[in-house]
């Protein structure tokens, strides 16, 4: 697997936007301060693949992919494996609720020569090839299928992360050898042998059934198939007597069927003939029809004469008049006498009315007067009241003069001043006014209320004389109406007659009505004995008809009784000279049926002495016995072909049982897998040694003892010291060293289809001294410079990283992580 190019947004600390193109990155570093996301960047290689990251613990926590506040995390890669290009995309999402799901994971298989860079023109995912898988559960076996390395294996060769970097070294034996297990897939040598066991039971049990149908066969033998055939012989045989007997039993039978039939005709000639018999009651229909008929003519004249009177009381009352002109008349004489009273009566009201209104209008008149008056009392009580506070005023002013003193008004000599008098005038002025001015009050409501008295008699007066004005024109129409008129007593008369007519009439209407009742009935009692005629009729004419065979005489149309009477008597001579006949013809049955017995007796001998039962066929009994004895011959020689052919399947099932078994038995002991795993990890640690003498300048050899890792330091005389023992820089070189001869070795050695394209190391470099680092990153650019991967590395060590053509630097602000490339 080799990437060409990661896009992502909103993952982890990158919440914006941000590519990274591996397209021609064989030899890369990512760079930059610690925590600014150089790691993250395998994550999303990883996450994008398998959806997990390492550092997540293993577990798919896929809300660590969120970075904070984010809803949405996107991861595309583009990568390459074993000639082919795929694009991986896994879409996270936030629901409302704070849920954490996967919205979107899917892997395209792209066209060949596609352009990667039109991924910036935000084509939809249809666009970029064959879709490989378009579920989160398809992403698994997808993955696996172009990658060709679970995620545990992708994890240890393909991309190293960080704390990882030493378990394999560290590793007990037997954790390793699982590792290399699932490294190598010799796990299918596992499967191989629970499918050789498998398939050595379902031979067995083919085996074992094969060995009770042959058990069942055991009877088949030279004597069982000559005593079938002998068998059908004795059938054939017996089937050839029966066929030459059934003929002559056939013949027997049938003229006993013909003198059954000759039998079963004359009896049946019998019974019709014996059955001819004359209704009850025929004699009597006659008269009942002509009685019925007279009765029907009657009921028809009775109702003639009701309706000839019925039609006479018709006119009498057309000609008496209209009975509703003479009740509007009648009406009418009352309705004028009525209202010549009511017109009486308003003429006085009017008089009345008119003499009350007259009195009112004087009452009218004189308050008005009065009113007048009081108005001029209250006017002159008003100058009063205005004299009297002048007098008031020239009293009050005499209590300041003095005789012979001047005036200080007039300025002249007063000779003498006037005595005061008692009492106030303007007092007396005003109760004078209070009295005025209640009388004039008193006075217009006495007006206001004779002046509303006065119109109310005025309406009343106009609402008379109205009313008087109506009646007169009622009584004037009246008098119109009746003008020539008969008087009351003699409409009385008219419509009295009027009465007895309709009385009459609806009496005769009655009478019509009985009357064509009765005349229904008696016709219906007529048409009742004419069908009971006719039906007697057609009974004696089916009953001819069904004798017609015979020769009938004919018959007189005119009599029922007489015919009926003579058919009788002719059927009884017929059925007679058939008794006579019917002798004869019953001895001919019984002595046909004694012969077909004979014959019968004969062939159900044969069937006994073939140790066949009685059949109603014989010639189908004999025949189904000779198909069933070919068919037994048959089956016993097919029976013994069959135990041949057992024979030969039994021996190949016992062969391949026996393989099978064998094959399961080696493997089950685990000696192929354990030769195996021991020449894999002969060969990594001889690839790793040699790799490991080069990091550590030829002090280390790397060895191992029944699974333990070890190392032999040259420059201490050979000493073989473990692999726990080793410094933080010498477990770094150590580690290197296996994981590169892992990756290198993976291929020969794996079964499975895993392309190692490339590889990123993301390690600590920081605890190599200066040597070391320097002979670490010849080696990187050694393997890098073989051409048959891509190898990256993730440090922020300068020293390194400026020995690395590509660089990719990674910022981090408040916001989010950036990614520059530098370098080539």
Same mark, same amino acid.
């Given at each position: 697997?080799?990437?060409?190019?990661?896009?992502?947004?909103?993952?982890?600390?990158?919440?914006?936007?941000?590519?990274?193109?591996?397209?021609?990155?064989?030899?890369?570093?990512?760079?930059?301060?610690?925590?600014?996301?150089?790691?993250?960047?395998?994550?999303?290689?990883?996450?994008?693949?398998?959806?997990?990251?390492?550092?997540?613990?293993?577990?798919?926590?896929?809300?660590?992919?969120?970075?904070?506040?984010?809803?949405?995390?996107?991861?595309?890669?583009?990568?390459?494996?074993?000639?082919?290009?795929?694009?991986?995309?896994?879409?996270?999402?936030?629901?409302?609720?704070?849920?954490?799901?996967?919205?979107?994971?899917?892997?395209?298989?792209?066209?060949?020569?596609?352009?990667?860079?039109?991924?910036?023109?935000?084509?939809?995912?249809?666009?970029?090839?064959?879709?490989?898988?378009?579920?989160?559960?398809?992403?698994?076996?997808?993955?696996?299928?172009?990658?060709?390395?679970?995620?545990?294996?992708?994890?240890?060769?393909?991309?190293?992360?960080?704390?990882?970097?030493?378990?394999?070294?560290?590793?007990?034996?037997?954790?390793?050898?699982?590792?290399?297990?699932?490294?190598?897939?010799?796990?299918?040598?596992?499967?191989?042998?629970?499918?050789?066991?498998?398939?050595?039971?379902?031979?067995?049990?083919?085996?074992?059934?094969?060995?009770?149908?042959?058990?069942?066969?055991?009877?088949?033998?030279?004597?069982?198939?000559?005593?079938?055939?002998?068998?059908?012989?004795?059938?054939?045989?017996?089937?050839?007597?029966?066929?030459?007997?059934?003929?002559?039993?056939?013949?027997?039978?049938?003229?006993?069927?013909?003198?059954?039939?000759?039998?079963?005709?004359?009896?049946?000639?019998?019974?019709?003939?014996?059955?001819?018999?004359?209704?009850?009651?025929?004699?009597? *229909? =006659?008269? %009942?029809? /002509? @009685? #019925?008929?007279? $009765?029907?003519? +009657?009921?028809?004249?009775?109702?003639?004469?009701? !309706? &000839?009177?019925?039609?006479?009381?018709?006119?009498?009352?057309?000609?008496?008049?209209?009975?509703?002109?003479?009740?509007?008349?009648?009406?009418?004489?009352?309705?004028?006498?009525?209202?010549?009273?009511?017109?009486?009566?308003?003429?006085?009201?009017?008089?009345?009315?008119?003499?009350?209104?007259?009195?009112?209008?004087?009452? *009218? =008149?004189? %308050?008005? /007067? @009065? #009113?007048?008056? $009081?108005?001029? +009392?209250?006017?002159?009580?008003?100058?009063?009241? !205005? &004299?009297?506070?002048?007098?008031?005023?020239?009293?009050?002013?005499?209590?300041?003069?003095?005789?012979?003193?001047?005036?200080?008004?007039?300025?002249?000599?007063?000779?003498?001043?006037?005595?005061?008098?008692?009492?106030?005038?303007?007092?007396?002025?005003?109760?004078?006014?209070?009295?005025?001015?209640?009388?004039?009050?008193?006075?217009?409501?006495?007006?206001?209320?004779?002046?509303? $008295?006065?119109? +109310?008699?005025?309406?009343?007066?106009?609402?008379?004389?109205?009313?008087?004005?109506?009646?007169?024109?009622?009584?004037?129409?009246?008098?119109?109406?009746?003008?020539?008129?008969?008087?009351?007593?003699?409409?009385?008369?008219?419509?009295?007659?009027?009465?007895?007519?309709?009385?009459?009439?609806?009496?005769?209407?009655?009478?019509?009505?009985?009357?064509?009742?009765?005349?229904?009935?008696?016709?219906?009692?007529?048409?009742?004995?004419?069908?009971?005629?006719?039906?007697?009729?057609?009974?004696?004419?089916?009953?001819?008809?069904?004798?017609?065979?015979?020769?009938?005489?004919?018959?007189?149309?005119?009599?029922?009784?007489?015919?009926?009477?003579?058919?009788?008597?002719?059927?009884?001579?017929?059925?007679?000279?058939?008794?006579?006949?019917?002798?004869?013809?019953?001895?001919?049955?019984?002595?046909?049926?004694?012969?077909?017995?004979?014959?019968?007796?004969?062939?159900?001998?044969?069937?006994?002495?073939?140790?066949?039962?009685?059949?109603?066929?014989?010639?189908?009994?004999?025949?189904?016995?000779?198909?069933?004895?070919?068919?037994?011959?048959?089956?016993?020689?097919?029976?013994?072909?069959?135990?041949?052919?057992?024979?030969?399947?039994?021996?190949?099932?016992?062969?391949?049982?026996?393989?099978?078994?064998?094959?399961?038995?080696?493997?089950?002991?685990?000696?192929?897998?354990?030769?195996?795993?021991?020449?894999?990890?002969?060969?990594?640690?001889?690839?790793?040694?040699?790799?490991?003498?080069?990091?550590?300048?030829?002090?280390?050899?790397?060895?191992?003892?029944?699974?333990?890792?070890?190392?032999?330091?040259?420059?201490?005389?050979?000493?073989?010291?473990?692999?726990?023992?080793?410094?933080?820089?010498?477990?770094?070189?150590?580690?290197?060293?296996?994981?590169?001869?892992?990756?290198?070795?993976?291929?020969?050695?794996?079964?499975?289809?895993?392309?190692?394209?490339?590889?990123?190391?993301?390690?600590?470099?920081?605890?190599?001294?200066?040597?070391?680092?320097?002979?670490?990153?010849?080696?990187?650019?050694?393997?890098?410079?073989?051409?048959?991967?891509?190898?990256?590395?993730?440090?922020?060590?300068?020293?390194?990283?400026?020995?690395?053509?590509?660089?990719?630097?990674?910022?981090?602000?408040?916001?989010?992580?950036?990614?520059?490339?530098?370098?080539?």
């Amino acid at each position: 697997m080799r990437p060409i190019r990661l896009d992502l947004a909103g993952f982890t600390v990158f919440r914006e936007e941000t590519t990274v193109d591996f397209t021609d990155a064989d030899f890369f570093a990512l760079v930059g301060p610690t925590g600014s996301g150089k790691s993250t960047v395998l994550d999303a290689i990883c996450f994008a693949l398998y959806g997990t990251v390492p550092r997540w613990g293993g577990t798919r926590g896929i809300a660590n992919a969120l970075a904070p506040s984010a809803t949405e995390a996107r991861v595309r890669l583009v990568f390459e494996s074993a000639g082919d290009r795929y694009v991986a995309t896994r879409v996270v999402r936030r629901d409302g609720r704070g849920n954490v799901k996967t919205a979107g994971a899917g892997l395209q298989l792209m066209p060949p020569g596609f352009d990667v860079t039109k991924l910036d023109t935000g084509l939809s995912p249809d666009d970029l090839g064959e879709v490989l898988a378009g579920t989160a559960a398809e992403m698994d076996s997808a993955v696996l299928a172009a990658v060709g390395l679970p995620y545990e294996q992708f994890t240890s060769c393909v991309v190293l992360p960080q704390g990882q970097f030493a378990d394999f070294l560290h590793a007990k034996p037997a954790t390793r050898q699982q590792i290399l297990v699932n490294l190598l897939g010799l796990g299918v040598y596992e499967r191989v042998q629970k499918l050789a066991t498998e398939r050595a039971g379902r031979v067995e049990a083919k085996l074992e059934e094969v060995d009770r149908i042959l058990a069942g066969l055991a009877d088949v033998d030279d004597e069982a198939l000559a005593e079938a055939a002998g068998r059908v012989g004795a059938m054939r045989e017996l089937s050839g007597a029966v066929e030459a007997a059934v003929p002559e039993l056939e013949r027997a039978r049938a003229a006993a069927r013909e003198r059954a039939a000759e039998l079963a005709g004359l009896d049946a000639e019998l019974a019709v003939l014996a059955g001819v018999r004359a209704p009850d009651g025929i004699a009597e *229909l =006659a008269r %009942a029809v /002509a @009685a #019925a008929r007279a $009765a029907a003519d +009657e009921a028809a004249a009775a109702v003639g004469l009701a !309706e &000839e009177r019925e039609e006479k009381l018709r006119g009498e009352l057309a000609a008496a008049g209209d009975e509703s002109a003479l009740r509007l008349l009648l009406r009418a004489h009352a309705d004028r006498e009525r209202l010549t009273g009511e017109a009486a009566a308003v003429r006085a009201a009017v008089a009345a009315a008119q003499t009350e209104h007259d009195a009112a209008a004087e009452a *009218l =008149a004189q %308050a008005r /007067a @009065a #009113a007048e008056r $009081a108005e001029v +009392e209250l006017e002159t009580a008003f100058r009063a009241h !205005e &004299e009297a506070k002048a007098t008031d005023q020239a009293v009050a002013l005499r209590a300041h003069l003095t005789a012979g003193a001047p005036c200080p008004v007039c300025e002249q000599v007063v000779p003498r001043v006037p005595a005061t008098p008692k009492g106030s005038a303007v007092a007396r002025a005003v109760a004078a006014g209070k009295a005025a001015r209640t009388a004039s009050e008193a006075a217009k409501r006495v007006v206001q209320e004779r002046d509303a $008295a006065a119109r +109310e008699l005025d309406r009343m007066l106009l609402r008379a004389r109205a009313q008087d004005d109506q009646l007169r024109g009622r009584l004037a129409e009246l008098d119109a109406q009746l003008a020539g008129a008969a008087p009351p007593a003699a409409l009385r008369e008219s419509l009295a007659e009027h009465d007895r007519l309709r009385r009459a009439l609806k009496e005769a209407a009655g009478g019509v009505r009985a009357g064509r009742d009765a005349a229904r009935r008696a016709r219906a009692a007529l048409d009742g004995a004419q069908e009971r005629l006719r039906r007697a009729w057609r009974d004696f004419d089916a009953t001819r008809d069904g004798l017609a065979r015979f020769g009938p005489p004919a018959a007189d149309r005119d009599d029922v009784a007489g015919a009926w009477a003579a058919l009788v008597a002719w059927a009884g001579g017929q059925a007679e000279r058939r008794r006579a006949e019917r002798v004869g013809v019953a001895a001919a049955v019984t002595g046909a049926e004694a012969a077909a017995g004979v014959v019968a007796e004969r062939i159900a001998g044969l069937l006994a002495g073939g140790g066949l039962p009685p059949a109603d066929d014989p010639v189908r009994a004999v025949a189904v016995a000779v198909e069933r004895a070919e068919a037994a011959h048959r089956r016993l020689e097919e029976r013994r072909e069959q135990a041949a052919e057992l024979r030969g399947q039994r021996e190949e099932h016992r062969q391949r049982a026996q393989v099978a078994r064998a094959l399961a038995g080696h493997l089950r002991a685990n000696n192929f897998e354990r030769w195996l795993l021991a020449e894999a990890l002969d060969l990594l640690v001889d690839g790793a040694s040699r790799i490991l003498r080069e990091l550590s300048g030829g002090q280390y050899d790397l060895v191992h003892d029944k699974g333990e890792f070890a190392v032999v330091d040259h420059h201490d005389a050979g000493l073989r010291r473990g692999v726990r023992t080793l410094s933080g820089g010498e477990t770094f070189q150590a580690s290197l060293a296996l994981a590169l001869a892992l990756s290198e070795q993976l291929a020969g050695m794996s079964t499975t289809a895993a392309s190692l394209e490339s590889i990123v190391l993301d390690e600590g470099f920081g605890t190599l001294d200066a040597a070391t680092l320097d002979t670490v990153a010849a080696t990187l650019e050694g393997l890098a410079a073989r051409g048959d991967r891509m190898v990256g590395v993730v440090t922020h060590v300068p020293a390194l990283a400026e020995r690395i053509p590509v660089r990719f630097e990674v910022r981090k602000d408040a916001r989010t992580a950036r990614i520059e490339r530098t370098g080539l």
